[in-house]
T-cell receptor, first 115, second 115 residues
Framework: RKEVEQDPGPFNVPEGATVAFNCTYS??????FFWYRQDCRKEPKLLMS???SGNEDGRFTAQLNRASQYISLLIRDSKLSDSATYLC????????????????FGRGTQLTVWP | DAGVIQSPRHEVTEMGQEVTLRCKPI?????LFWYRQTMMRGLELLIY????????DSGMPEDRFSAKMPNASFSTLKIQPSEPRDSAVYFC?????????????FGPGTRLTVT
């Protein structure tokens, strides 16, 4: 079973729409959670960390549900520039033993925002 | 900081040739990761180092692949001999813990084509 599962999409939404991505992780010992963004033919870049209480960064809101082992990313008022692949990422932390420091990446969810 | 630096950015080589990819991590980062990305398999972790010591090389496809980290500011990934199925984008990433969080920063990647 994969550590992180995501809906691959694609999601095609008009500008101004609200879109939500979800992912699940398999290891309850996971300690840290992130969303990365990857533009076409570019490297993945950290979009935001996900904290237990949920957190917001402008139009982006990330939420974590430890009981359900579920992470979400909400994008409000979508812009054309939001078109990218969004990667859900977890780290096992000290519970991961020898995997301390390693990140587990989902396959990504592709988003296209159209005018 | 200049970020993670990788060279070359593009490499085209013939089957059977040796290929060497290079990476300079962000100064002060004590973790270094080598990934491979293809459309079919997504982002795969090949190997990672902590304080220049290989921690997990279980993702290295076969003996044709080898990686070294002779010092804290340099790492190489070598493929010898190369095969067409090695064609992919190879990313190097580095990180250091901030509290308990391990945010990774990626280099721009090396796009390898083996003909």
């Amino acid at each position: 079973r994969k550590e992180v599962e995501q809906d691959p999409g694609p999601f095609n939404v008009p500008e101004g729409a609200t879109v939500a991505f979800n992912c699940t992780y398999s290891n309850s010992a996971s300690q840290s959670f992130f969303w990365y963004r990857q533009d076409c033919r570019k490297e993945p870049k950290l979009l935001m960390s996900v904290y237990s209480s949920g957190n917001e960064d402008g139009r982006f809101t990330a939420q974590l549900n430890r009981a359900s082992q579920y992470i979400s990313l909400l994008i409000r008022d979508s812009k054309l520039s939001d078109s990218a692949t969004y990667l859900c990422v977890v780290n096992l932390g000290r519970g991961g033993g020898s995997t301390l420091g390693r990140l587990y990446f989902g396959r990504g969810t592709q988003l296209t925002v159209w005018p | 900081d200049a970020g993670v630096i990788q060279s070359p950015r593009h490499e085209v080589t013939e089957m059977g040739q040796e290929v060497t990819l290079r990476c300079k991590p962000i100064s002060g980062h004590d973790y270094l990761f080598w990934y491979r990305q293809t459309m079919m398999r997504g982002l795969e972790l090949l190997i990672y180092f902590n304080n220049n010591v290989p921690i997990d090389d279980s993702g290295m496809p076969e003996d044709r692949f080898s990686a070294k980290m002779p010092n804290a500011s340099f790492s190489t990934l070598k493929i010898q001999p190369s095969e067409p199925r090695d064609s992919a984008v190879y990313f190097c990433a580095s990180s250091t813990p901030v509290g308990s969080r391990y945010e990774q920063y990626f280099g721009p990647g090396t796009r390898l084509t083996v003909t």
